[in-house]
């Protein structure tokens, strides 16, 4: 068998890193930097998204790092009300959180 490589350990690389895992498929996954540098922005995940990661992470475990998102605001400078609409019970989470909850799995 074959050892697959990723080249990358942002989200992508570490959830096809956690899926693979979960396949028993051989794998290195690559990143060039520290673990301890994890900045970023968050990231809503679509519903479809999050019933993904409840494949190989507990959804308690999610929901205590993300919240449930039912409604989205966006709002101008002045923060007045621009546009809601409604979400379909997708996650909100920091890419830190993300992160750190896919290379824990791992």
Avoid: W
């Avoid at 990723?6 to 895992?21: D, E, K």
């Amino acid at each position: 068998m074959k050892t697959i490589s990723i080249i990358g350990g942002g989200i992508a690389g570490l959830t096809v890193a956690n899926i693979f895992q979960k396949e028993n498929i051989d794998f290195i996954l690559y990143e060039r930097s520290p673990l301890h540098s994890r900045k970023g922005h968050g990231f809503i995940i679509p519903f479809e998204g999050f019933e993904t990661l409840k494949d190989f992470i507990d959804e308690s475990t999610l929901l205590k790092r993300g919240n449930i998102l039912t409604e989205y605001i966006s709002c101008n400078n002045n923060g007045e009300v621009m546009d809601k609409s409604p979400m379909q019970n997708d996650i909100i989470i920091s890419r830190k959180a993300l992160v750190d909850l896919l290379v824990d799995n791992l």
